[in-house]
């Protein structure tokens, strides 16, 4: 059973950056893919990133291309979703998530994923 846990949201201008951090306990980090959703208020909860166990086969959402990084550092059970250039359309809660991946495909839809995290909020202001 992994625990995973988000920091690092938090209120910001338009143009400006965050860094969230996924923090994860109780399991083997780095025999999981990690993925980042996001859920604006009365929308789904809709795929933004997501990076393979091993750093590799990472993916992104359209509208986060270019302006989004996803990381992580398997030594430190930690991952991280560098966002710059942020707009008031990124504003939501965002989640981390981690899958297992007994193979290099990984995936974007929620579904896949086996544990998630609680959310942290992102609000951008225009």
């Known amino acids: 059973q992994v625990q995973l846990a988000e920091s690092g949201g938090g209120l910001v201008q338009a143009g400006g950056s965050l860094r969230l951090s996924c923090a994860a306990s109780?399991?083997?980090?780095?025999?999981?893919?990690m993925g980042w959703f996001r859920q604006a208020p009365g929308k789904e909860r809709v795929f933004v990133e997501v990076?393979?166990?091993?750093?590799?086969?990472?993916f992104y959402a359209d509208s986060v291309q270019g302006r989004f990084t996803i990381s992580r550092d398997n030594a430190k059970n930690t991952g991280f979703l560098q966002m710059s250039g942020l707009k008031p359309e990124d504003t939501a809660v965002y989640y981390c998530a981690a899958g297992q991946q007994p193979t290099p495909e990984v995936h974007t839809t929620s579904g896949w994923y086996d544990f998630w995290g609680q959310g942290t909020q992102v609000t951008v202001s225009s």
């Open positions: 990076m393979g166990r091993n750093g590799f086969n990472t």
């Open positions: 109780g399991g083997t980090f780095s025999s999981y893919a």
